[in-house]
Protein backbone atom coordinates (compact mmCIF):
# COMPACT_ATOMS: atom_id res chain seq x y z
CA UNK A 1 0.00 0.00 0.00
CA UNK A 2 1.22 3.45 -1.01
CA UNK A 3 -0.73 6.69 -0.42
CA UNK A 4 -0.05 10.00 -1.70
CA UNK A 5 -1.57 13.50 -0.11
CA UNK A 6 -2.63 15.83 -2.20
CA UNK A 7 -3.99 19.82 -2.27
CA UNK A 8 -2.40 21.41 -0.32
CA UNK A 9 -1.32 25.50 -1.03
CA UNK A 10 -0.78 29.03 0.16
CA UNK A 11 -4.13 30.40 1.34
CA UNK A 12 -5.23 33.58 2.92
CA UNK A 13 -6.51 33.10 6.69
CA UNK A 14 -10.62 32.01 6.43
CA UNK A 15 -9.14 30.36 3.15
CA UNK A 16 -10.50 26.47 2.07
CA UNK A 17 -8.05 24.04 0.97
CA UNK A 18 -9.57 20.05 0.23
CA UNK A 19 -6.49 17.46 0.71
CA UNK A 20 -6.89 14.00 -1.14
CA UNK A 21 -5.25 10.86 0.02
CA UNK A 22 -4.68 8.28 -2.54
CA UNK A 23 -4.23 4.19 -1.85
CA UNK A 24 -2.48 2.54 -4.82
CA UNK A 25 -4.16 -0.71 -3.11
CA UNK A 26 -7.66 -1.28 -1.53
CA UNK A 27 -8.40 -0.24 1.70
CA UNK A 28 -10.29 -3.08 3.81
CA UNK A 29 -13.20 -2.64 5.95
CA UNK A 30 -12.31 -1.87 9.62
CA UNK A 31 -9.00 -0.41 8.82
CA UNK A 32 -8.76 3.82 9.56
CA UNK A 33 -7.57 6.06 7.35
CA UNK A 34 -6.06 9.27 9.50
CA UNK A 35 -4.75 12.32 8.42
CA UNK A 36 -1.56 14.23 10.62
CA UNK A 37 0.25 17.36 10.27
CA UNK A 38 3.21 18.04 10.87
CA UNK A 39 4.36 21.70 11.68
CA UNK A 40 7.99 23.00 11.66
CA UNK A 41 9.38 22.16 15.04
CA UNK A 42 6.46 20.07 16.00
CA UNK A 43 5.99 16.51 16.40
CA UNK A 44 3.21 14.68 14.01
CA UNK A 45 -0.38 15.65 15.22
CA UNK A 46 -3.57 13.97 14.66
CA UNK A 47 -5.96 15.71 12.69
CA UNK A 48 -8.86 13.19 11.74
CA UNK A 49 -9.54 9.40 10.55
CA UNK A 50 -12.27 8.03 9.07
CA UNK A 51 -13.47 4.41 9.41
CA UNK A 52 -13.28 2.63 5.98
CA UNK A 53 -16.10 0.32 4.90
CA UNK A 54 -20.07 -0.14 4.85
CA UNK A 55 -22.13 1.38 8.16
CA UNK A 56 -22.76 -2.33 8.23
CA UNK A 57 -19.53 -2.48 9.75
CA UNK A 58 -19.36 0.81 11.56
CA UNK A 59 -17.77 2.38 8.01
CA UNK A 60 -17.93 6.07 7.99
CA UNK A 61 -17.51 7.22 11.41
CA UNK A 62 -15.12 10.07 11.65
CA UNK A 63 -12.91 10.90 14.72
CA UNK A 64 -11.47 14.87 14.97
CA UNK A 65 -8.96 16.95 16.88
CA UNK A 66 -10.45 19.32 18.80
CA UNK A 67 -8.89 22.04 17.30
CA UNK A 68 -9.85 21.37 14.21
CA UNK A 69 -13.57 19.76 14.85
CA UNK A 70 -16.39 22.31 13.13
CA UNK A 71 -13.68 23.24 10.68
CA UNK A 72 -12.52 19.94 9.31
CA UNK A 73 -14.69 17.20 7.35
CA UNK A 74 -12.76 14.29 6.63
CA UNK A 75 -15.23 11.65 4.13
CA UNK A 76 -13.76 8.61 1.97
CA UNK A 77 -14.38 7.80 -1.44
CA UNK A 78 -14.44 3.80 -0.76
CA UNK A 79 -14.46 2.98 -4.08
CA UNK A 80 -11.79 4.65 -5.14
CA UNK A 81 -9.38 3.74 -1.98
CA UNK A 82 -9.34 7.79 -1.63
CA UNK A 83 -9.75 10.04 1.59
CA UNK A 84 -10.33 13.67 1.48
CA UNK A 85 -9.88 16.44 4.30
CA UNK A 86 -12.06 19.11 3.59
CA UNK A 87 -10.57 22.62 5.06
CA UNK A 88 -12.59 25.24 5.93
CA UNK A 89 -12.19 28.52 7.85
CA UNK A 90 -8.12 28.36 7.37
CA UNK A 91 -6.03 29.37 10.44
CA UNK A 92 -1.90 30.37 10.81
CA UNK A 93 -1.62 27.72 13.21
CA UNK A 94 -3.10 24.89 10.48
CA UNK A 95 0.20 25.71 8.59
CA UNK A 96 1.61 22.37 8.38
CA UNK A 97 2.55 19.34 6.10
CA UNK A 98 -0.60 17.28 6.20
CA UNK A 99 -0.05 13.50 5.18
CA UNK A 100 -1.97 10.57 5.53
CA UNK A 101 -1.75 6.83 6.86
CA UNK A 102 -3.49 3.76 7.65
CA UNK A 103 -4.37 1.97 10.63
CA UNK A 104 -5.21 -1.43 10.74
CA UNK A 105 -5.27 -2.23 14.39
CA UNK A 106 -9.35 -2.78 14.24
CA UNK A 107 -12.42 -1.24 16.07
CA UNK A 108 -12.04 2.42 17.40
CA UNK A 109 -9.87 4.73 16.23
CA UNK A 110 -6.06 5.83 17.46
CA UNK A 111 -4.48 9.05 17.66
CA UNK A 112 -0.99 8.37 18.06
CA UNK A 113 0.55 8.82 14.37
CA UNK A 114 3.18 5.61 15.64
CA UNK A 115 -0.31 3.17 14.98
CA UNK A 116 -0.34 4.29 11.61
CA UNK A 117 1.92 2.90 8.33
CA UNK A 118 2.19 2.98 4.82
CA UNK A 119 2.61 6.98 4.85
CA UNK A 120 3.07 8.71 1.63
CA UNK A 121 4.82 12.06 1.03
CA UNK A 122 2.76 14.69 2.52
CA UNK A 123 1.47 18.13 1.07
CA UNK A 124 2.34 21.80 2.66
CA UNK A 125 -0.32 24.15 3.93
CA UNK A 126 0.44 27.64 4.36
CA UNK A 127 -2.34 29.64 6.07
CA UNK A 128 -1.02 33.75 6.07
CA UNK A 129 -2.90 36.24 8.30
Known amino acids: VQLQASGGGPVQRGASLKLSCVSTSHIFTNWNVGWFRQAPGKEREFVAAIKWGGATWGGGAVEYEASVKGRFIISGDMDNDTAHLQMNDLEPGDTAIYSC??????????????????WGRGTQVTVSS
Open 101 to 118: GIDRSGPGFRTAARRYEY
